[in-house]
């Protein structure tokens, strides 16, 4: 059975479509004839298995391999190359079909091609079930820093099929816990506190999990509606960011791939923790985040196999060692830095977020260095 929300945002609104087993999936999406003649396919390795049989000619299938590295400028130019070669027109639509790289780079060339034509998320991930398909914000990787080339560019609908993580690692699975448990920390302490009562993680096949992933769809959509494009001059979508200016920076400096985005972000929550934590004890106004939430975090990130600091192992390997100048340089790249000056979102309790300025760069060393113990 399928259940339904709705993005709402005027004349671009959008239903997200969720359902448990591929059997429903199907029939939801045939509702929307979205396999048709003048549609480009994105998809990588992992989710070629995906591709439905049988589908009419005039679909262009573009592969690309799995991982970070993807989302880049020749992947974009590859797409509008063959959309072009295939003479997909502006009535035309991209499907993007996979994880947060397929998304992000699928929905970009989406909005660049003819100025601008339809898309699909079809999300094959838990982090992007819970986070990157919703929203319009599509975008690459460059040099500099992770997503600085982008656009918004809302999609059309969002299929989100449960059946489709049980054949996802475990250690993907474990990084889109990261974006869930995030949610709790930014919006939801009952959604915080539900995680961490779990007897045992969420697992693909835990009768909880679309619950989580609609309430967490719910919440981004609430944000969204509220600032699409992230302009509110505090607060506002910008929330979303928890833990990502540190992420960001982990993923730029170790190098694109090493850690998943999700693990990066977790390491993220933890810092965003201490640093909301410090701003508690500076006496600053509405904080009251003590050393039991910092606590909190730790153990929750911890419980779902995600690691706590830059020292943590990844996939059961030693972590590489970062050097702090570089991650600091890396964040004054980030796209949220105003007028030269870094923002982050920090916690006033768990469940309410807010964006700060003005955070002694002192600070922000001391919590890198303290992440490498």
């Given at each position: 059975?399928?259940?339904?929300?709705?993005?709402?945002?005027?004349?671009?609104?959008?239903?997200?479509?969720?359902?448990?087993?591929?059997?429903?999936?199907?029939?939801?999406?045939?509702?929307?004839?979205?396999?048709?003649?003048?549609?480009?396919?994105?998809?990588?390795?992992?989710?070629?298995?995906?591709?439905?049989?049988?589908?009419?000619?005039?679909?262009?299938?573009?592969?690309?391999?799995?991982?970070?590295?993807?989302?880049?400028?020749?992947?974009?130019?590859?797409?509008?190359?063959?959309?072009?070669?295939?003479?997909?027109?502006?009535?035309?639509?991209?499907?993007?079909?996979?994880?947060?790289?397929?998304?992000?780079?699928?929905?970009?060339?989406?909005?660049?091609?003819?100025?601008?034509?339809?898309?699909?998320?079809?999300?094959?991930?838990?982090?992007?079930?819970?986070?990157?398909?919703?929203?319009?914000?599509?975008?690459?990787?460059?040099?500099?820093?992770?997503?600085?080339?982008?656009?918004?560019?809302?999609?059309?609908?969002?299929?989100?099929?449960a059946e489709f993580l049980k054949t996802l690692p475990p250690r993907e699975f474990a990084a889109g816990m990261a974006e869930v448990?995030?949610?709790?920390?930014?919006?939801?302490?009952?959604?915080?506190?539900?995680?961490?009562?779990?007897?045992?993680?969420?697992?693909?096949?835990?009768?909880?999990?679309?619950?989580?992933?609609?309430?967490?769809?719910?919440?981004?959509?609430?944000?969204?509606?509220?600032?699409?494009?992230?302009?509110?001059?505090?607060?506002?979508?910008?929330?979303?960011?928890?833990?990502?200016?540190?992420?960001?920076?982990?993923?730029?400096?170790?190098?694109?791939?090493?850690?998943?985005?999700?693990?990066?972000?977790?390491?993220?929550?933890?810092?965003?923790?201490?640093?909301?934590?410090?701003?508690?004890?500076?006496?600053?106004?509405?904080?009251?985040?003590?050393?039991?939430?910092?606590?909190?975090?730790?153990?929750?990130?911890?419980?779902?196999?995600?690691?706590?600091?830059?020292?943590?192992?990844?996939?059961?390997?030693?972590?590489?060692?970062?050097?702090?100048?570089?991650?600091?340089?890396?964040?004054?790249?980030?796209?949220?830095?105003?007028?030269?000056?870094?923002?982050?979102?920090?916690?006033?309790?768990?469940?309410?977020?807010?964006?700060?300025?003005?955070?002694?760069?002192?600070?922000?060393?001391?919590?890198?260095?303290?992440?490498?113990?």
């Amino acid at each position: 059975m399928s259940e339904q929300l709705t993005v709402e945002l005027g004349e671009r609104s959008y239903p997200i479509i969720i359902t448990a087993t591929r059997d429903e999936h199907r029939l939801a999406v045939r509702s929307k004839t979205m396999w048709a003649d003048n549609t480009a396919v994105i998809f990588d390795a992992n989710t070629r298995q995906y591709l439905p049989d049988g589908m009419p000619e005039g679909i262009v299938y573009i592969g690309f391999d799995a991982g970070e590295q993807t989302k880049c400028f020749a992947s974009l130019q590859h797409i509008v190359d063959e959309m072009a070669a295939a003479r997909i027109d502006r009535g035309g639509k991209l499907i993007a079909l996979g994880g947060g790289v397929i998304g992000d780079l699928g929905g970009f060339a989406a909005a660049c091609y003819l100025r601008g034509i339809d898309f699909f998320q079809v999300p094959t991930t838990l982090l992007a079930m819970v986070d990157s398909s919703v929203g319009g914000k599509t975008g690459i990787n460059i040099a500099a820093g992770k997503n600085l080339v982008g656009a918004f560019w809302q999609p059309q609908a969002v299929f989100i099929c449960a059946e489709f993580l049980k054949t996802l690692p475990p250690r993907e699975f474990a990084a889109g816990m990261a974006e869930v448990i995030k949610y709790g920390m930014l919006y939801d302490r009952p959604l915080f506190d539900r995680l961490a009562a779990l007897e045992q993680p969420l697992a693909w096949n835990h009768p909880d999990l679309p619950g989580v992933i609609r309430r967490c769809c719910e919440i981004k959509a609430e944000i969204v509606k509220a600032d699409e494009k992230e302009t509110a001059a505090s607060g506002g979508r910008a929330l979303l960011n928890l833990g990502h200016t540190f992420a960001h920076a982990i993923e730029n400096v170790a190098g694109y791939g090493t850690y998943l985005h999700g693990e990066a972000v977790a390491i993220g929550l933890v810092l965003a923790a201490e640093l909301s934590a410090r701003l508690s004890d500076d006496g600053a106004i509405g904080f009251a985040f003590d050393r039991d939430d910092v606590a909190a975090v730790r153990a929750l990130v911890a419980a779902n196999g995600l690691p706590t600091s830059l020292t943590s192992p990844l996939g059961g390997q030693p972590a590489p060692a970062l050097d702090i100048d570089k991650l600091l340089d890396a964040m004054r790249r980030d796209k949220k830095v105003r007028s030269g000056r870094l923002r982050f979102v920090a916690m006033e309790e768990i469940g309410r977020a807010v964006t700060v300025a003005d955070v002694p760069e002192t600070w922000v060393r001391e919590l890198w260095e303290e992440s490498h113990r």
